[in-house]
């Protein structure tokens, strides 16, 4: 195992060299999706259209299920595995780029993941909308060597063609999805309707030779929907779909309800984080109600809540008023662009500290990463440029905390430094700056961070692996640069072991 971020500059990424071995997987003709693209942004208008005009996600899951039900899933939703009661599975969120960032990914995750039962890819398999011909490069051959199943839970892309394309794959339903009531002329449904993006003609044709890459018997796995339960060993892992607008429907809550009362150790997986950025995000059931009111119910024996969506790694470990502590995480740095940490205030909520808090990458070095960015973006390198070590030591002033790296030479913070910390939407004290703080912060995260893909390592990419035993399982996140270094040996970025008994 490598030295982390944590240790030294060297173990983040920087200052090296050698690039790793995952360059040889990248399709030569690898698209890169750039959020900044207006013709990616209009392909993927479903979601704002959904929050103008009505969510049908619901209704459209619903006659999914329907139909899966109809083909003969179970009713309960419940994958039933033979795990023994000591066993490993991984999970990666936000895979679905298809280009350098995710391949990145693979040598660390093949390594780490070679014992592992199966894998959980959480939110946003593939970019930018979900299609069915997309899956070729973007899920078969990245994770083609992987040689255990894959389930998986949409994130809002894959939603962006109504599930077409993910319920082909994971649901192995080849049809095309039953007819809906037609919507009343100049209702909010029909105008929702005349511009909704929708699978194209032909589609997916080339799906069943992208299959191939992933054939062998060990490798396959047959979901019952969007969202599950898988029984594995000594636990539940439950799956859920927050479809386009991060909530869920009724129909849903009640399955999750039900679910839950199973006697075992549980483990959510969502495609909104529940905890993330500092901030609660409870996730509404239609009807009354919240997912997190699910979880933290004593009865459910949830120990871990684990979100995709938003795309680095951030820990939240919350202790509860009867004692309990839950793990609330995110795990979406499987491969899509890398969302800024350094605009994380100093963390105060739920009673978790900063001194609790854990995110990848650090702040210093996501810092760091957007400086350099920008400074080649707007040829302004020796304005906007910062040293990782400069940006660590204006990330400690700003928030009134120590240096979360083993400190090297100290780096005076001038004028400069400040200013651009400030024009990045770098996070502050909670008792400072709360005028301003937060539009910018919510400015950059919707805004600079959806044209952060880059090509060049370090990437700050990661993934998790979840060991279980039946008294505890313990949680590792390991990173993915890009370097070599790293890719021989996966750093471990953050680990906690959370009791089951």
Same mark, same amino acid.
């Given at each position: ?6 240790d030294?500059?060297?173990?983040a ?10 360059l040889r997987?990248? =399709? ?8 900044l693209n207006?013709r990616?942004?209009?392909?993927? *208008?479903?979601?704002v259209?959904?929050?103008w ?12 299920? &329907?139909?899966?039900?109809?083909? !003969?899933?179970?009713?309960?939703r419940v994958? +039933?595995?033979?795990?023994p ?6 999970v990666v ?18 390594k ?14 593939v970019?930018?909308?979900? #299609?069915?011909?997309?899956y ?8 083609q060597?992987?040689?255990? $199943?894959?389930?998986a /839970? ?6 962006y063609?109504?599930?077409?394309g993910?319920?082909r ?9 039953? %007819?809906g =009531? ?12 005349l511009?909704?993006?929708?699978p194209?003609?032909?589609d ?13 018997p060990?490798q396959q ?18 799956g ?5 607008l !991060? ?6 809550? #009640?399955w ?17 984080p ?7 995000? =409870?996730?509404? /059931?239609?009807?009354g109600?919240t ?9 459910h ?8 969506d938003?795309?680095?790694y ?6 509860l ?5 839950l793990q609330?995480v ?5 491969? &899509? ?7 994380i ?10 001194a609790? @808090?854990?995110?990848?990458p650090?702040r210093?070095?996501?810092?760091? @990463?957007y400086?350099a960015?920008?400074? +080649?973006?707007?040829r302004l ?8 070590a400069? %940006?660590a030591?204006? /990330? &400690?002033?700003?928030?009134g905390?120590?240096?979360?790296? #083993? ?9 400069? /430094?400040?200013?651009?910390a ?6 502050? +004290? =909670?008792?400072r ?7 910018? *912060?919510k ?14 390592? $370090? @990437?700050?990419?990661s ?12 949680l590792r ?9 790293q ?10 072991t959370?009791?089951?008994?």
């Amino acid at each position: 195992m490598s030295e982390s971020s944590r240790d030294t500059a060297e173990g983040a990424g920087w200052g090296v060299s050698e690039r790793g071995e995952y360059l040889r997987l990248v =399709p030569r003709q690898a698209e890169k999706i750039s959020w900044l693209n207006p013709r990616h942004l209009w392909a993927a *208008r479903n979601g704002v259209l959904a929050s103008w005009f009505g969510d049908p996600t619901g209704e459209v899951r619903a006659r999914w299920a &329907a139909r899966r039900a109809a083909a !003969g899933a179970p009713a309960d939703r419940v994958i +039933r595995r033979d795990d023994p009661d000591r066993f490993s599975f991984l999970v990666v969120g936000d895979t679905g780029e298809g280009g350098e960032p995710q391949y990145a990914v693979v040598p660390g995750l093949l390594k780490e993941g070679l014992d592992t039962a199966f894998a959980v890819l959480a939110s946003d398999v593939v970019y930018p909308v979900g #299609a069915a011909g997309d899956y070729g490069p973007k899920f078969f051959r990245p994770y083609q060597d992987y040689q255990a $199943p894959v389930y998986a /839970i949409p994130g809002n892309h894959d939603w962006y063609e109504d599930l077409a394309g993910f319920v082909r794959v994971f649901c192995d339903d080849t049809g095309p999805l039953p %007819a809906g =009531p037609k919507p009343r002329p100049l209702t909010r449904a029909w105008l929702r309707s005349l511009v909704w993006h929708r699978p194209r003609p032909g589609d997916g044709e080339h799906l069943d030779e992208a299959r191939k890459l992933r054939s062998s018997p060990a490798q396959q796995a047959v979901q019952p929907g969007p969202y599950w339960a898988i029984d594995a060993g000594p636990v539940r892992i439950v799956g859920i779909d927050t479809g386009l607008l !991060g909530t869920i429907d009724a129909e849903q809550g #009640a399955w999750l309800r039900e679910v839950s009362r199973d006697p075992r150790p549980k483990i959510l997986v969502t495609g909104s984080p529940l905890y993330v950025d500092g901030e609660h995000h =409870p996730c509404p /059931i239609e009807g009354g109600g919240t997912v997190d009111d699910v979880v933290r119910d004593p009865a459910h024996r949830y120990v871990a809540a684990i979100g995709g969506d938003i795309h680095n790694y951030q820990r939240y470990p919350v202790r509860l008023d009867d004692g309990r502590t839950l793990q609330y995480v995110v795990a979406g740095g499987g491969g &899509a662009f890398t969302h800024a940490t350094h605009t994380i205030p100093r963390v105060d909520v739920a009673g978790v500290t900063e001194a609790d @808090f854990r995110c990848y990458p650090l702040r210093g070095d996501s810092l760091a @990463f957007y400086s350099a960015l920008y400074g +080649r973006r707007t040829r302004l390198r020796r304005f906007f440029s910062l040293t990782e070590a400069e %940006a660590a030591a204006v /990330i &400690a002033e700003r928030l009134g905390i120590g240096p979360t790296r #083993a400190p090297g030479a100290p780096a005076r913070v001038t004028r400069r /430094i400040r200013l651009v910390a400030g024009l990045l939407g770098t996070g502050r +004290r =909670p008792d400072r700056g709360k005028r301003f703080r937060l539009p910018v *912060r919510k400015a950059y995260q919707s805004l600079f961070s959806p044209g952060s893909a880059t090509y060049s390592p $370090p @990437f700050f990419k990661s993934f998790l692996r979840v060991d279980v035993t039946p008294e505890a399982l313990r949680l590792r996140c390991f990173a993915a640069t890009g370097q070599r270094a790293q890719e021989v040996a996966p750093p471990v970025e953050d680990e906690v072991t959370v009791p089951l008994t």
